[in-house]
Structures are given as C-alpha cells and as structure tokens.
C-alpha cells in the first residue's frame, strides 16, 4: 500500500511538474505597445467607440489585466507611416493604420482595405472572415513577420472636398489631390497629380492651394479637420470607397508568445471593434453632414458621365494590376466573392433601398 501511493504521489507530481510550465504560461501577463498612422484625439482612428484605444481596453479587461496594451498615436512613438516597418521589425508588437498605405511594399494589401467600386462593409467583411480573404492576408504578411486582422470600418466614404466643381471628366486634369490606395490609380491616369498626406497635413495644404482637392472619410470625421473651410465643393459618390477597413497587425514572434486564450481576445476584441466603430460612423456621419450644408458646404453626386468614365478607368487599373501572379490570387478571390455577393444585394439591400424606403 505504501509503495502505491509513493507511486501515485510520484505520478501525480510528474504531472503536476509537466502542467506548471503550461500554468505559468497561460497566467503569465504581457506589456505591449501600439502604433497608429493617425494623430492624437482623431475620432475612430484613435479614440471613441471601437477604436484602437477602445480595442486596447477591452483586451485588458476581457484578459483580467493579463494583456495590456499602450497605445501611441501618430508622433508620439514613430512617426505615422512606419507603422508597418516597426511591427515587422519588433520594435512594437501592434499597429492600427489602413494596409493600402503599405502598396510600395506589398502591392496586393490595397484589397484589404477597399476597392474603387467594389464592396461595401456586409460583403468586404463577408469576403475576408468567411471568403477566403483573411488567409490570403496572412499569406501576404507572412514574408514580414506580420499577423493581420480587421478592427474597424468607416463604412463608404465621401469622393472628397474641392476648391473647383467637378462637371466634366476632364477637370481632373492636373488637380492635385490627397488620395491613397487604389483610387489614386484611378486618379492617376485621369491626369490627377496624386499626393498620399497623413490626416493631420491635409487641411493646411488644402487651405494653402498646395493640393487643389482632398479626400479623408466622411462628414463627421473632415468637418473635424475643418476641410469645410479650405474648399466647398463635398462630393457624396464615395466610388473610391465603399468601404475602409482599419487594419491590426501584430508581430508574429509576439503573437506566438501568446497564450490561446488571449489570442481569441484579440481576435475577439478586434471583431467586436469592427462592428462597434463602424456603427459610431452610421450614428454620427447624418447630422454632420446637415451641418456642413449650414455653414454653406455644396454637396452632391458628381455627374453620371464622370461616375462612367472612372468606371472604365478603374477596371483598367484593376485588369493591369492582376497581370502581376500576388496580385491576381487576391483579384480573383475578391472578384469571385464580389460576384456571389452582388446577386444577394440585388435582391436584398438593393431591393429594400429602391422600394422599402422609397
């Protein structure tokens, strides 16, 4: 009996010694930081519903204080566009910014943040959690040591502010305008002089004619940065942008070092932000608006011609880009989805927008 229970003590204590490191890892507590490409207080991009520092608040509250996370705007740590260079690098472990910044780098990443034309925020979010875009994300980020996730979207986005009228197709030529990601290809062969302007550097060149146009995000968020008082001209087509996810990226080291239950925080408070930020946009964008027209803001569609030309123009970007092979695995994946999704909305959201409402 004696020898027994001196082997079953044995046992138990192998055990127990072959448990603790697993223990030890799961309860061990992790200090991280975070960057963003945007600056201190903007609305959605840093601060508010669903936003990064909401994201960071919610990790550290749903992991018991295990997971916290410093978040740093813009200048505050690195300046806004490095973001990507210094997640890869492990100098931080995260960083908030939209992936069509990083096309020099990884071409095909302007798909995961929105395509000219493309889907709105049901069917790009359908299309990278449940299409197949997320695992081509992370198969494009791998090379940098990059774990990629959604955690915000502003939902379609306004075509833009002008100091001229756009009436015809022609007056892009030689405009000079703030404009990231696919869109300013589009632009581009328009004969539009492209300039990528972190948010903050927008309304001082609009306001001093060093762009002649500029597009941030919506009401809410330009009426902010007062892009009111620089032009007046607010075109509401948001062709450019259907969509705009805000991306997360983690360092991959540092994300393997996580124990399962706080990567499914993560990824639990970044799906939670997705939703939540976008919501906030819908809730606040309507009044602003109204308010901008106040102060005497003209706003409108621009003229169908247009709309057709940088139709054309889009799918001729699109169709040149694809001829690269990266490239082309992700055009076709969100092609392939943008058609099934399309024969829904025609009989879903299409329908309820034309009859229900009308």
């Known amino acids: 009996m004696l020898r027994r229970n001196l082997l079953t003590g044995a046992v138990l204590g ?10 030890a890892r799961a309860q061990k507590s992790f200090n991280w930081k975070m960057t963003n490409a945007y ?12 936003s990064p520092t909401d994201f960071c608040a919610m990790v550290k509250a749903m992991s018991g204080g295990r997971l916290n996370i410093q978040h740093f705007a813009a200048g505050e740590l690195i300046p806004a566009l490095e973001g990507f260079d210094a997640v890869s690098a492990g100098t931080v472990e995260m960083n908030a910014a939209n992936s069509y910044f990083w096309a020099g780098k990884v071409p095909a990443a302007q798909f995961f943040t929105t395509v000219p034309f ?44 002008f100091r001229k009228p756009i009436e015809k197709v022609e007056d892009f ?26 948010g903050g550097e927008i309304f001082p060149a609009l306001e001093r004619g060093v762009i002649d146009a500029a597009e941030f ?11 009111q008082k620089a032009a007046k001209y607010y075109y509401t087509t948001g062709w450019h942008e259907p969509n705009n996810v805000t991306e997360l990226i983690v360092n991959k ?25 976008h919501t906030w946009c819908e809730a606040t964008n309507a009044e602003a608006l109204d308010d901008l027209k106040k102060q005497g803001v003209i706003a409108g569609p621009l003229p169908q011609p247009v709309i057709e030309r940088l139709r054309a123009v889009t799918k001729t970007v699109l169709d040149d880009l694809a001829k690269d092979a990266k490239i082309r695995r992700v055009y076709d994946s969100f092609t392939a989805f943008k058609a099934k999704h399309d024969s829904w909305a ?13």
């Open 346 to 358: 025609g009989v879903s959201e299409a329908v309820f927008q034309s009859q229900i409402r009308a």
């Open 39 to 50: 600056g201190p207080g903007s609305p959605f991009y840093v601060t508010g519903p669903g």
């Open 253 to 277: 080291a540092a994300w393997d070092s996580l124990p399962e239950d706080l990567k499914q925080i993560v990824r639990t408070a970044a799906a939670a932000c997705n939703t939540i930020s």
């Open 217 to 227: 995000v919506g009401p809410y968020q330009d009426r902010r940065l007062g892009l």
């Open 14 to 23: 192998t055990g127990a010694a072959v448990a603790m490191p697993h223990v």
């Open 173 to 198: 030529q030689g405009l000079k305008m703030r404009i990231p990601g696919l869109a300013g290809k589009v632009y581009a062969q328009l004969g539009v002089d492209v300039k990528l302007l972190p």
């Open 118 to 161: 493309g889907l709105n925020f049901q069917g790009q979010t359908a299309w990278i959690m449940h299409g197949g875009g997320l695992a081509l994300w992370e198969e494009l980020y791998a090379p940098f040591n990059l774990v990629p996730m959604p955690m915000g979207n502003t939902g379609v986005q306004m075509t833009g502010w």
